[in-house]
């Protein structure tokens, strides 16, 4: 299943991507097209610049810290823990972490995702009558879709509401060892939650902005609960490039048939967009 999950992140990111790159090939064209039958006049700007639509890609990376339990085919759960001094130590690097998102934006209106693949190693270990300590190997993906609305639009400030769902897929291998044995034991869950969340953006001028987005869900459908917050601070380079870094938490908790999944996800990030 570890394979087939990293083969599967693989052939997303690279459908997210073209996707990306088909939809900018037909929307361009289209928006070089003069409706009106009128020469424009020299001096006047491009057309996309008028348009409402625009369309941009992020690609990031995430050094995030993993802490909480997990259990696997009906063996005691364990407390694991990835430290962030940890990181580069515990993530697997082949094949390598993915992390992308994207929005296609129509006016007030927008259509936003993010893709997540992440593989890494913790140990831990799980209380009890006798001393176990555990080793997880966790292979991720989080891949969340999200319709927009625009509620509040300024020259300063930008605020959205957020609606949609956040996709799980993973594979994980516990191991508990103790006095006399080890026990190991793996399994493969996938789960959808919806969600519902806000995205707000203030222009702190000088090309710096500040970004800030949260967003909660699970309700039982999937997992029990599942939400999120970031933050970061935005710098704008030119119209089509923008810098930032910032903080990132995740946290959910999914139990179900002996799978249990109760941990949060958390550190800084770093990235940059491209605005078509």
């Given at each position: 299943?570890?394979?087939?999950?990293?083969?599967?992140?693989?052939?997303?990111?690279?459908?997210?991507?073209?996707?990306?790159?088909?939809?900018?090939?037909?929307?361009?064209?289209?928006?070089?097209?003069?409706?009106?039958?009128?020469?424009?006049?020299p001096d006047s700007p491009p057309p996309w610049?008028?348009?409402?639509?625009?369309?941009?890609?992020?690609?990031?990376?995430?050094?995030?810290?993993?802490?909480?339990?997990?259990?696997?085919?009906?063996?005691?759960?364990?407390?694991?823990?990835?430290?962030?001094?940890?990181?580069?130590?515990?993530?697997?690097?082949?094949?390598?972490?993915?992390?992308?998102?994207?929005?296609?934006?129509y006016d007030r209106a927008a259509f936003l995702t993010d893709f997540i693949y992440l593989g890494m190693e913790g140990e831990g270990a799980s209380p009890g009558p006798l001393p176990l300590t555990a080793e997880a190997e966790l292979k991720t993906l989080i891949m969340t879709f999200a319709g927009a609305y625009r509620v509040v639009q300024s020259e300063s400030v930008d605020l959205d509401?957020?609606?949609?769902?956040?996709?799980?897929?993973?594979?994980?291998?516990?191991?508990?060892?103790?006095?006399l044995a080890t026990r190991q034991r793996g399994g493969s869950e996938a789960w959808v939650d919806p969600l519902v969340g806000i995205a707000g953006h203030v222009k702190l001028g000088g090309g710096f902005?500040?970004?800030?987005?949260?967003?909660v869900g699970g309700f039982g459908v999937g997992s029990d609960l599942d939400w999120q917050v970031l933050g970061a601070l935005q710098y704008q380079v030119d119209d089509s490039l923008t810098l930032e870094a910032?903080?990132?938490?995740?946290?959910?908790?999914?139990?179900?048939?002996?799978?249990?999944?109760?941990?949060?996800?958390?550190?800084?990030?770093?990235?940059?967009?491209?605005?078509?």
């Open positions: 299943m570890s394979q087939n999950l990293s083969s599967i992140a693989r052939a997303i990111g690279r459908t997210f991507a073209s996707a990306l790159a088909i939809c900018m090939l037909g929307i361009f064209p289209a928006l070089g097209q003069d409706d009106s039958g009128q020469d424009q006049k610049a008028q348009s409402p639509l625009s369309i941009s890609l992020t690609s990031y990376l995430w050094f995030t810290s993993l802490s909480g339990d997990i259990g696997v085919g009906g063996l005691p759960p364990a407390d694991i823990d990835v430290d962030f001094k940890d990181i580069f130590e515990k993530i697997d690097w082949f094949p390598p972490p993915i992390m992308i998102a994207g929005e296609v934006r509401l957020l609606a949609g769902a956040r996709l799980w897929m993973l594979d994980t291998t516990l191991s508990l060892t103790g006095p902005a500040l970004k800030a987005e949260g967003d910032g903080y990132r938490y995740l946290a959910v908790d999914y139990d179900d048939d002996g799978f249990l999944f109760d941990v949060a996800l958390q550190g800084p990030i770093i990235g940059g967009s491209i605005r078509f």
